[in-house]
C-alpha cells in the first residue's frame, strides 16, 4: 500500500512539475510576443496602446497559475514561504500594472472630454 501512495505522489508531482513550467513559459510567450509588438509600434511611432501592459497582465497571471499549483506538492512551511513570497510578488506586480491601465485610461478619457469641450 506504501509503494502505490509512493508512485501516486511521485505521478503527482511529476504532473504539477510538467504543468507549472508548461504555465510560465506560456507566461513568457505571451510577454515576449507583447514586448515585441511594443517595440514594434514604438519603433513606427505608433500611438502607446494598452497591449503591452495587457501582455504583461496575461503573462503574470498565467505565471501565478503556475506558483498556485506548485502549492500542491509543497512539502515543508520553507516551500509554502518561498511560494507565497513569489506569488504576492507576481500579485503586486500584477496589481501595479492594472492600476497603471485604469489610470491611463482616466486619463485618455479626460483628455477626450477636455478637447471635446475646447472644440464645442
Wanted: negative net charge.
Amino acid at each position: 500500500m506504501n509503494f502505490f501512495i509512493g508512485s501516486l505522489e511521485s505521478i503527482l508531482e511529476y504532473i504539477v512539475k510538467i504543468g507549472s513550467i508548461g504555465l510560465e513559459l506560456v507566461g513568457i510567450i505571451v510577454m515576449i510576443h507583447a514586448s515585441i509588438q511594443g517595440l514594434l509600434r514604438w519603433i513606427r511611432h505608433e500611438e502607446d496602446g494598452p497591449q503591452l501592459e495587457e501582455g504583461i497582465l496575461t503573462a503574470l497571471e498565467f505565471m501565478m497559475c503556475g506558483e498556485v499549483l506548485k502549492t500542491v506538492t509543497a512539502h515543508n512551511m520553507d516551500d509554502y514561504i518561498a511560494l507565497g513570497a513569489i506569488i504576492i510578488l507576481r500579485f503586486a506586480l500584477a496589481f501595479e500594472v492594472q492600476w497603471e491601465l485604469k489610470n491611463k485610461a482616466w486619463h485618455e478619457e479626460r483628455a477626450k472630454a477636455a478637447e471635446k469641450n475646447s472644440n464645442s
